[in-house]
């Protein structure tokens, strides 16, 4: 029961993780924000998390997890009910703000829990599976329940979903739920706490505008930036007695292996299933709630794969079931190459599939890992170390595949006799080029489009490419690192 709760925790936060993307042209219409608000709207939550989730992490361990996710799940809620009702793009962005800084209390709370409460390995193992597969659902089902809300209710339903959740969570949570803690933990670093959220963001934020503008003066200096505080941050861990993070956890070998696996899954997983949502939305044409169904093979996949990737890893081998985890996301990347926009469904079905079973292997293992390698005490530091590996993760991919995309679609000719300034919003996206097509007679709106969704498609199978070899290289990378490595009995 108490493993229901948790469970339900991470659901919810991987749902709201993914379920405002289709909500912004809503939005659009609703709030009328700038370029430079909507992708603040987007983006600033998955930076606040990614900046304070290992700040929460080590604050579980000192003050309670139970309390840090109770409480955290009540400002959650509440900040949901005043996202869903913002009047304007620049109260949006700071209650979204708000709900990374509550969103961060939650994961690492959660998994860090379910270290402590079970103390057989083997359980353990099902339970971080049954935690893993929850997290790719969420990721899985957003877009479908976001498509289903918006075709009946407006925008601000997306984010109400979350209040009767988080008043089960809470109620249920309160009885059932032990309290665990460090029992010596030391004080709670502030200029740590500093340096680790401006560091993470400095570098999130770097990579992402970087895929999307290309290399800026400000975006180089928000690079470094981050880089030179994650040094910093480092340098004064190993000097502090009780390190907000024991650096020192990386010196074992399974320990970095791990996190380094955790981290390509993620890449390749998010990366893709990014941009085949664009794919299926506008190159083959489908409503949001039709491609967020397309989707689900990828999430059915990762929970069938998380709920017994702990039996995959005693029976074979860790660096097996890691290693072969990663070979099967590149497998799904590498099949991209034969995607074309009339592309059957079975062909992206069976994909999706294919990428939902490696992530789900390898992501589970690797967190079994982590946990496992540390002292309990350690617990909620650790869990949030794989959780922004997550995070980082899906920033490096999303921005490596959509460097590929955009620097092909954007050199795409268009057919002649267009005006300049609609040729000038065909090549700036390929959302700009479907309206840029609506406005053209005929068959000229129709040669734009196919040209768009020919580039857009070809991009996207060069970036496909790109990554299948730097995760084939994760792959052999796993094998080597993970060596010897193997889960408790």
Not at 61 to 76: A, Q
Not at 113 to 133: K, Y
Not at 386 to 412: C, D, M, N, P
Request: charged share 15%.
């Amino acid at each position: 029961m108490a493993l229901s709760v948790l469970a339900l925790a991470v659901l919810l936060v991987c749902i709201d993780a993914t379920v405002l993307a289709l909500a912004t042209p809503f939005l659009s219409e609703d709030l009328d924000p700038s370029s430079t608000q909507l992708l603040w709207i987007g983006d600033v939550y998955s930076f606040v998390i990614a900046g304070l989730l290992v700040s929460m992490g080590s604050l579980g361990d000192r003050v309670g997890r139970k309390r840090l996710l109770l409480t955290g799940s009540v400002i959650f809620g509440v900040l949901s009910a005043l996202t869903a009702y913002a009047h304007s793009a620049e109260a949006m962005i700071a209650w979204r703000a708000l709900m990374g800084v509550a969103g961060a209390t939650l994961m690492p709370s959660t998994l860090a829990l379910i270290r402590n409460i079970f103390s057989n390995p083997r359980e353990r193992s099902v339970a971080i599976g049954i935690w893993g597969a929850m997290a790719s659902a969420g990721a899985a089902v957003g877009p479908v329940v976001g498509g289903f809300l918006l075709e009946h209710f407006w925008w601000g339903s997306v984010f109400l979903l979350n209040l009767p959740v988080m008043a089960v969570l809470v109620v249920v949570g309160v009885r059932l739920l032990p309290e665990s803690r460090d029992p010596a933990p030391g004080p709670w670093d502030l200029p740590s706490v500093a340096l680790s959220m401006i560091g993470i963001i400095g570098v999130v934020y770097a990579v992402k505008e970087a895929a999307a503008y290309g290399l800026r003066w400000d975006i180089a200096a928000a690079a470094a930036l981050g880089a030179l505080s994650l040094a910093a941050f480092v340098r004064r861990q190993l000097r502090l007695p009780k390190p907000l993070l024991d650096m020192r956890l990386f010196r074992r070998r399974g320990f970095s292996g791990a996190v380094l696996a955790d981290l390509l899954t993620i890449f390749g997983l998010a990366g893709l299933v990014f941009f085949l949502s664009q794919f299926l939305q506008l190159v083959q044409m489908r409503s949001p709630f039709e491609a967020g169904l397309a989707e689900l093979p990828a999430g059915v996949g990762a929970i069938a794969a998380g709920l017994v990737a702990g039996l995959v890893a005693r029976r074979t081998s860790v660096r097996g079931a890691v290693s072969g985890g990663l070979a099967a996301v590149a497998l799904a990347l590498g099949a991209v190459v034969g995607l074309r926009p009339v592309s059957d469904y079975w062909v992206l079905g069976l994909l999706l599939l294919v990428l939902g079973l490696g992530a789900g292997l390898s992501f589970t293992v690797t967190a079994d890992i982590m946990l496992s390698t540390v002292p309990k005490e350690q617990a909620g530091a650790a869990s949030a170390v794989s959780e922004t590996a997550y995070e980082l993760g899906s920033a490096l991919g999303i921005a490596l595949l959509g460097s590929v995309v955009t620097g092909f679609y954007r050199g795409h000719a268009v057919p002649e006799g267009i005006p300049a300034e609609v040729a000038e919003q065909a090549r700036s996206s390929l959302g700009g080029a479907v309206e840029a097509a609506r406005g053209l007679p005929g068959p000229a709106g129709e040669q734009l489009l196919t040209t768009a969704q020919d580039a857009f498609t070809e991009g996207l199978r060069a970036g496909a490419s790109v990554a299948a070899v730097v995760l084939l290289a994760a792959a052999a990378a796993s094998w080597r690192l993970l060596r010897d490595q193997r889960l408790e009995d």
